[in-house]
């Protein structure tokens, strides 16, 4: 069982929509993470979290520690954000985990 | 500063065989991370290593090892490849709670 649940898996949607991506996590966390990773592998670390909200450029970020979620949303979305976007939970109530993973959201944007 | 290094980048080896891959962490960061991905099973923690020692390690068999030294520099190993080996093996340095990816290395066993 994945105690970090990620929706929706795919999204599709056209440039210039507003995307909201979810993540849900079953115990406290000391930190949320969102990363990024593009075809080819690499992964860019977006936003670590642990209360609130966080903006860079066109990505926001926000957390509800007494909810247990978090959300990513993208701004006026270009083809070039289209991607892998994988939140990580990080905290005591993973055990020896360092990091535990959702499953990923595939985000393709249309021109 | 220089991002996390990772080498190689691509390694083919052969069931049995044994591989040993590289991370050089960010210069000044202390902590290095290894992770496993599949697309069957996604990301996975394999350990963390902080000056030297193994602070926390993943649920995977005693095939996967690591160390780190005394410049950060961490290796992981693999003995005994098995197909299902076949992954990205991705390291991370970090400060505190924050994570910088490497670019990874991606294996495949055949």
């Known amino acids: 069982k994945n105690e970090v649940e990620q929706s929706p898996q795919n999204l599709t949607a056209q440039e210039g929509e507003f995307i909201t991506i979810n993540c849900s996590y079953s115990?406290?966390?000391?930190?949320l993470h969102w990363l990024q990773q593009h075809p080819g592998g690499g992964i860019v670390s977006l936003f670590m979290?642990?209360?609130g909200k966080k903006k860079h450029g066109r990505l926001i970020a926000t957390i509800n520690i007494q909810e247990k979620h978090s959300s990513l949303h993208i701004t006026a979305s270009h083809p070039r954000d289209s991607a892998v976007y994988i939140c990580?939970?990080?905290?005591?109530?993973?055990?020896?985990?360092?990091?535990?993973f959702g499953t990923g959201t595939r985000l393709t944007i249309i021109p | 500063k220089a991002g996390v290094t990772q080498t190689p980048r691509y390694l083919i080896k052969t069931r049995g065989q044994q591989v040993t891959l590289s991370c050089s962490p960010i210069?000044?960061?202390?902590?290095v991370s290894w992770y496993q991905q599949t697309p069957g099973q996604g990301l996975q923690f394999l350990f963390e290593y902080f000056s030297e020692t193994q602070r926390n390690k993943g649920n995977f068999p005693g095939r996967f090892s690591g160390r780190q030294f005394s410049n950060s520099r961490s290796e992981m190993n693999v003995s005994t490849l098995e197909l299902g080996d076949s992954a990205l093996y991705l390291c991370?340095?970090?400060?505190?709670?924050?994570?910088?990816f490497g670019p990874g290395t991606r294996l495949t066993v055949t």
């Open positions: 210069s000044g960061h202390r902590s």
């Open positions: 991370a340095s970090g400060q505190g709670l924050e994570q910088y």
């Open positions: 115990v406290g966390i000391s930190a």
């Open positions: 979290l642990s209360s």
């Open positions: 990580a939970a990080e905290g005591p109530g993973f055990g020896n985990e360092k990091l535990t």
